[in-house]
Nanobody, 125 residues
Framework: VQLQASGGGLVQAGGSLRLSCAAS????????LAWFRQAPGKEREFVAA????????VYADSVKGRFTISRDKDKTTVYLQMNSLEPEDTAVYYC???????????????????WGQGTQVTVSS
């Protein structure tokens, strides 16, 4: 399975972007999928995830209320709607997937089997 992340770009502070993550072969990825981000010189950081069961969503405190993770009705594409962007949100954003992931591991990068190539998000002040 190959994940493809897209939708990044340059935006001014306060603006919005929507990232997308899709898998090869229209694989259903709408559960057990997360977004992470990594800024230069920093560790990879959990952003948001859709849990395996029930489709519950989880967010990092730093993005809660500004970002929304969702999936299309076929569960083959997962989105990250990012509003009220701040310069601190500047990073490469990655989608990651593990259909068997347990809830307590959603925020742990090493728990994911598949990773997208990353898409750059730059927020100017």
């Amino acid at each position: 399975v190959q994940l493809q992340a897209s939708g990044g770009g340059l935006v001014q502070a306060g603006g919005s972007l929507r990232l997308s993550c899709a898998a090869s072969g229209r694989t259903v990825i709408g559960y057990g999928l997360a977004w992470f981000r990594q800024a230069p010189g920093k560790e990879r950081e959990f952003v948001a995830a859709i849990a395996r069961s029930g489709g519950a969503t989880v967010y990092a405190d730093s993005v809660k209320g500004r970002f929304t993770i969702s999936r299309d009705k076929d569960k083959t594409t997962v989105y990250l709607q990012m509003n009220s962007l701040e310069p601190e949100d500047t990073a490469v954003y990655y989608c990651a997937w593990n259909p068997r992931i347990i809830f307590s591991s959603l925020g742990v990068p090493s728990s994911y089997d598949y990773w997208g190539q990353g898409t750059q998000v730059t927020v100017s002040s």
